[in-house]
């Protein structure tokens, strides 16, 4: 988990990438911690994306994330940039620190950026996960996880809880491609696209 350091600095905080390369981008995922704690849970942010870390520009997104463990996933028009900042406007109790479980970004073909390891929490589960009609299906699953997915455009079309023994979840999508990103508890990540026909 990534953490600012405790400190009374007023707000905002931010936290700058270099992604090593320039990438096309159009969604972002937050994950808050994992645990049973609220500490340091983003309220209001910005994110900017650039190419040159001296310069920034407009957000392309701002907004305010709701006070609980689900993934705060949000699109933006397709962007081409090397760096990224995300600024905690404020924390969701109003403390002096943030945290976060995972960042990461997407673009319109869903494939994750690269250069932000230092950032992302790299998964060691290898799960099983694929479209059987309109359901989805996920094995090897150890104890319960957060499932999303979003279609193509960054829409969140299902959030759900599932436990070990719930290995097909019952949906309603309509025909297309995917992204079913599962959360474990860990604070780990597995996502993969699927096809439902």
């Known amino acids: 988990m990534w953490q600012t350091k405790s400190n009374n600095d007023p707000m905002p905080y931010h936290i ?6 320039e990438n096309t981008l159009s969604v972002f995922e937050y994950i808050p911690r994992q645990d ?6 983003i309220k209001d942010y910005q994110l900017f994306l650039s190419n ?5 520009g407009q957000p392309v997104a701002t907004g305010t ?3 609980n463990h689900e993934a705060k996933i949000i699109s933006f028009k397709e962007t ?7 600024v905690a406007l404020s924390e969701v109790k109003g403390r002096k620190v943030i945290t976060a479980a995972n960042l990461r970004f997407w673009n319109n073909d869903f494939k994750a950026s690269t250069g932000v390891e230092n950032v992302l929490v790299q998964p060691k589960n290898n799960l099983d996960i694929w479209a059987v009609g309109k359901n989805i299906k996920i094995n090897k699953l150890s104890g319960k996880a957060n499932v999303y997915i979003v ?4 829409r969140l079309m299902l959030n759900k809880v599932v436990h070990q023994q719930d290995n097909t979840i019952q949906t309603s999508l309509k025909n297309g491609i995917y992204i079913v990103t599962v959360l474990l508890k860990s604070g780990e990540l597995i996502s993969k696209k699927v096809i439902v026909r």
């Open 16 to 21: 700058t990438v270099d992604m090593h390369k």
């Open 36 to 41: 049973s704690y609220t500490t340091g849970m």
């Open 65 to 67: 994330w709701e006070s």
């Open 80 to 86: 081409n940039a090397r760096y990224f900042k995300l």
């Open 52 to 56: 040159n870390p001296n310069s920034w």
């Open 151 to 154: 279609d193509l455009a960054g």
